[in-house]
């Protein structure tokens, strides 16, 4: 199994940038996949995910700002990110979830968004 996110990148406040996690190895229609965050010093965090049926949901901290996506077809995810701020600064995690109540089942690495000027 391997969630691998890439794309992440320094950018200056106001700017964008889009995550993808590239998954193989697990039935990934059958998955809600999330994107989570950590920041120095800072528990992880719920960002955004989207379920098996394409319903997404966002933490309100980024609601307006950033899209979740899937591309079933390429077993992707991806992250839109825009009008980056400073506090967005982290790294960002893809995880699946199977929607059971069990919590993720698999994580990937991680990618380093920093937001500086």
């Known amino acids: 199994v391997q969630l691998q996110a890439f794309g992440g990148g320094l950018v200056q406040p106001g700017g964008s940038l889009r995550l993808s996690c590239a998954t193989s190895g697990f039935t990934f229609d059958d998955y809600a996949i999330h994107w989570v965050r950590q920041a120095p010093g800072k528990e992880r965090e719920f960002v955004a995910g989207?379920?098996?049926?394409?319903?997404?949901y966002y933490a309100d901290s980024v609601k307006g700002r950033f899209t979740i996506s899937r591309d079933n077809a390429k077993n992707t995810v991806y992250l839109q990110m825009n009008s980056l701020k400073p506090e967005d600064t982290a790294v960002y995690y893809c995880?699946?979830?199977?929607?059971?109540?069990?919590?993720?089942?698999?994580w990937g690495q991680g990618t380093q968004v920093t937001v500086s000027s």
């Open positions: 995880a699946a979830d199977p929607q059971r109540g069990t919590g993720y089942d698999y």
């Open positions: 989207i379920t098996r049926s394409f319903s997404t």
